[in-house]
């Protein structure tokens, strides 16, 4: 029952957080009737919804009918660290629709985004610049706490780090306060260009991180001692994977390294979040989640020797790799 009901949850969770309901009682509890006047909501119907994310903890009702916010419903509320307020809009928005297609995708091996959108993944993003930036902020929320992670990787004498399909910054920032005398290039698509250099300015790396818009699958900036790619390569089928390996393999001097941080499929039943990721990646694109073996392989045909895989606490893990 728990799995097939999960969908409902998650649809409280998003029209929780889409009528702002966290950040309306981030100054004390407040009737259901209040709550719906701001929030521009049916009162009796708000309280429906509230009551049943109560019983999830997700919000609590106090003995004179007032609502107050809960540490889960904390996690609701906008511009907080840790944040999860844009994963519950895309998961509830965007990605809800398109995974109620997954038959379509489990049938003809083909991304039913494009069908249900009329248009691949990041056209859609260009064209809906709201949904746009919910996806960024999601992936932000995604990057920071990896950010450390990788800077502790050891970069001694690196001197300019290119953090390729690097949305905002995040992770290219958190390298450069680590390592202050690195240089960085983030290289994006040009849709995030404006954003990310608003970002790097507030992180205070504005000076020592250059943005560069372009497609990867054409080229990427050359001259980096070490190439970051964070969840890009899950998104791409073996063939551009592969394509944009062997461009990185080329702009990269002879002893450069490469990280990837990417979910690393575990064999057999084992519980795991990157299995329905891999769903996820099936219904919106033509990527796909991988093995350790099916990373080694993709890297060793774009010229690179796996090295090491790291697992965090985040589920993901980093990949480091040099040249073959």
């Not at 649809?11 to 521009?40: C, F, K, M, T, Y």
């Not at 009551?51 to 007032?66: P, S």
């Not at 959108?117 to 920071?144: C, I, K, Q, R």
């Not at 992770?171 to 790097?200: I, K, Y």
Request: aromatic letters at 8%; a negative charge; one cysteine or more.
């Amino acid at each position: 029952m728990q799995l097939l009901v999960g969908n409902q949850l998650q649809q409280a969770v998003h029209v929780a957080a889409r009528l702002g309901i966290a950040d309306l009682l981030a100054g004390g509890p407040r009737s259901a009737e209040e709550l719906a006047r701001d929030a521009g909501a049916d009162p009796g119907a708000l309280r429906r919804l509230l009551r049943a994310l109560a019983a999830f903890g997700v919000f609590a009702e106090e003995a004179g009918g007032r609502w107050e916010l809960t540490p889960a419903a904390e996690l609701l509320r906008a511009g907080r660290p840790g944040s999860m307020r844009a994963f519950a809009l895309w998961s509830g928005g965007v990605s809800y629709r398109v995974f109620g297609a997954l038959e379509h995708s489990v049938r003809t091996g083909e991304p039913a985004f494009d069908r249900l959108f009329g248009a691949e993944f990041f056209e859609y993003l260009a064209a809906h610049p709201e949904d746009g930036a919910v996806f960024d902020e999601m992936m932000s929320w995604n990057t920071a706490p990896l950010a450390p992670l990788v800077a502790a990787r050891g970069f001694a004498g690196a001197e300019t780090v290119v953090d390729v399909g690097g949305g905002r910054g995040e992770l290219v920032a958190g390298l450069l306060r680590a390592h202050p005398r690195m240089r960085g290039v983030l290289f994006d698509h040009p849709r995030v260009g404006p954003r990310a250099a608003s970002w790097l300015e507030a992180a205070g790396v504005a000076d020592r991180c250059g943005v560069v818009s372009g497609d990867m699958l054409q080229s990427v900036p050359p001259g980096g001692d070490a190439y970051l790619l964070k969840s890009v390569l899950h998104g791409l089928d073996d063939e551009a994977a592969a394509r944009v390996l062997r461009n990185v393999r080329r702009a990269m001097p002879g002893g450069g390294r490469l990280l990837l941080v990417e979910f690393v499929l575990p064999p057999g039943n084992e519980p795991f979040p990157g299995k329905l990721m891999d769903l996820l990646m099936l219904v919106g694109g033509r990527g796909r989640e991988r093995t350790e073996e099916e990373f080694r392989s993709l890297l060793a045909g774009a010229g690179f020797l796996l090295a090491d895989v790291a697992p965090t606490p985040y589920g993901l893990s980093i990949i480091e790799a040099g040249p073959a």
